[in-house]
C-alpha cells in the first residue's frame, strides 16, 4: 500500500503496517492517545547491506568478511534494524535524539532527530507472539492478536522489493518498542545479589508499566538509507503496557 507524503495516516488498533521510506525522508509516529506501545522494526535489502559493509567499518577484517560474504551467499543474512548492535554503539539502553541506529551488519539505518516524549522507549522486550498469550491464560483455541503476526503481515503484504528478500517464516528481529515503559530495578529485590556497587544490573529487575506519554507525544526518525519500516500497534491488553487499552496511533512521512 503507498502511503502519500506530508498526509498523516493510521496505524489501525491491533495491527501493523509497513512503510518504504527512501534515503533522507522521515517518519514522524504519533502516540495519539499517550497509552499506545509501537513495536518498530526496519529491514533493508541484502544487496544494499552487503555493498556497504566495507564503508561504514574500517579495517582489513570487515573488508574480508564483505567479499566473504558476497562470495558465498550461503553466508548473507537479512539485514534488519538490530537493538542489541544499536546498544553497542550508542552505549545506550534505548535511542536518544541524535543516536543513530544500525543493522546487525552495523550499517547506519534510522537517526533519531526528534523525541518529544520522556524519552522512555524500550529495546529489551521480545514482541509478544502467541505463546505469550498462551502464557498469560488465553486458552488455546482462542486467537489473540500479536505483534509477531502483524510483522509478518505486513511485510508479506508489501510490494516493497526489499520486503521480498525477507524470509516468509522469518522471526521478526527484537523490535525497538516506542513509548513502552520498562523500568529496570537495580539490584532488584534479592537478597543474593550479583555485580559491585559500580554495576547494579546484575540481578535488577524489570517491571511492565503503562506510558509515561502525553497524548500527541512523537519521535522522529530520518532514514539514512532506503529500508522498510514496520510498525505494530501492540495489542497486549493482559499486562499494562498499553494501560490495558490498545488503541490505534498514526504516522507521517515527509
Known amino acids: 500500500m503507498s502511503y502519500p507524503l506530508h498526509t498523516q495516516h493510521t496505524i489501525?488498533?491491533?495491527?501493523?503496517?509497513?512503510?518504504?521510506?527512501?534515503?533522507?525522508?522521515?517518519?514522524?509516529?504519533?502516540?495519539?492517545?499517550?497509552?499506545?506501545?509501537?513495536?518498530?522494526?526496519?529491514?533493508?535489502?541484502?544487496?544494499?547491506?552487503?555493498?556497504?559493509?566495507?564503508?561504514?567499518?574500517s579495517g582489513s577484517e570487515s573488508q574480508a568478511s564483505s567479499t566473504e560474504e558476497n562470495e558465498n551467499p550461503i553466508l548473507i543474512m537479512p539485514s534488519y534494524l538490530s537493538m542489541s548492535h544499536t546498544r553497542g554503539t550508542t552505549l545506550h539502553l534505548s535511542p536518544l535524539v541524535g543516536d543513530t541506529l544500525v543493522t546487525n551488519h552495523?550499517?547506519?539505518?534510522?537517526?533519531?532527530?526528534?523525541?518529544?516524549?520522556?524519552?522512555?522507549h524500550d529495546?529489551?522486550?521480545?514482541?509478544?507472539?502467541?505463546?505469550?498469550?498462551?502464557?498469560?491464560?488465553?486458552?488455546?483455541?482462542?486467537?489473540?492478536d500479536n505483534c509477531v503476526d502483524n510483522f509478518k503481515k505486513a511485510v508479506s503484504t508489501s510490494t516493497s522489493s526489499v520486503a521480498g528478500s525477507w524470509?516468509?517464516?522469518?522471526?521478526?528481529?527484537?523490535?525497538l518498542n516506542l513509548f513502552m515503559n520498562i523500568p529496570i530495578d537495580g539490584r532488584g529485590s534479592s537478597e543474593n545479589h550479583a555485580g559491585d556497587d559500580e554495576n547494579?544490573?546484575?540481578?535488577?529487575?524489570?517491571?511492565?508499566?503503562?506510558?509515561?506519554?502525553?497524548?500527541?507525544?512523537?519521535?522522529?526518525?530520518?532514514?539514512?538509507?532506503?529500508?522498510?519500516?514496520?510498525?505494530s500497534a501492540c495489542p497486549q491488553d493482559l499486562v499494562k503496557v498499553n494501560d490495558m487499552l490498545p488503541t490505534e496511533a498514526h504516522f507521517v512521512v515527509d
Open 123 to 144: 529495546t529489551l522486550i521480545a514482541a509478544c507472539d502467541i505463546h505469550r498469550y498462551r502464557q498469560l491464560g488465553v486458552p488455546e483455541d482462542v486467537y489473540h
Open 167 to 175: 524470509p516468509a517464516m522469518q522471526t521478526p528481529p527484537d523490535p
Open 12 to 57: 489501525p488498533a491491533r495491527s501493523g503496517i509497513a512503510v518504504l521510506l527512501q534515503t533522507n525522508q522521515t517518519i514522524k509516529i504519533i502516540n495519539t492517545h499517550g497509552s499506545q506501545v509501537i513495536d518498530f522494526w526496519a529491514l533493508t535489502s541484502t544487496s544494499t547491506s552487503t555493498s556497504t559493509s566495507t564503508t561504514t567499518i
Open 200 to 231: 547494579v544490573t546484575a540481578g535488577a529487575t524489570i517491571r511492565f508499566e503503562k506510558p509515561v506519554c502525553s497524548k500527541g507525544d512523537y519521535v522522529v526518525f530520518k532514514a539514512l538509507t532506503t529500508c522498510l519500516v514496520v510498525m
Open 106 to 120: 552495523r550499517n547506519p539505518i534510522l537517526t533519531l532527530i526528534e523525541d518529544s516524549t520522556p524519552g522512555v
